[in-house]
């Protein structure tokens, strides 16, 4: 690891930005190596995350391991797969128990300078609209089942649009039988060639 990527691991782990607006004492949790070849772009930590400080350790993430098509022990392998949420830290629930929005600042302060450490991601997951937006841009679509539609188009800069894995969208799996049909396919062709090195 270099130094430069340790001492800003150190520093986001130190991070207090956010926490006069958060429900719960700031708990930054993320998974960083500069030999890693995939980067898993999601939304923020839930709630079982934050409680155990491991990311995608819900069902969510069982969901998400599925998809790819990796082990557990692959999956938190550090050496080869890096999570940064958009927001670091789980943000807490809305009125109807839903999770509420990544913290915005959290993105403005280290994303890019993460990004910029990571020379070697192969593979790019952007699960969810907030990943969407801020990755893509202008080239993100109108809806996000429009840019998960739109996924080969973005393959060419390694990036694939995934909806969040969460049970909430159960029902928009249902509704878009393509994405397991058409999508996970070739993520998973993606995902074995970044694991293997070749």
Known sequence: MSDDLQSLIEDMRQCRLCEAEMERAPNPIFQL????????????????????????NDPSGDRLRDWMGVSREEF??????????????FPGYDAKGGDIPPMKRCADVWRQRVLDLLP????VLLVGGYAQRWHLGRRVEKTLTATVANWKSYTSDRMFTLPHPSWRNTAWLKRNPWFEADVLPDLRRAIRSALSGS
Do not use: H, W
């Open 33 to 56: 190596s500069d030999s890693a070849r995939i980067l898993v772009a999601g939304q923020a930590p839930g709630n079982l995350a934050d409680t155990t400080g491991t990311p995608f």
């Open 76 to 89: 938190y392998d550090r050496s080869k797969l890096a999570i940064l949420p958009m927001g670091l830290c």
């Open 120 to 123: 070697r991601i192969e593979v």
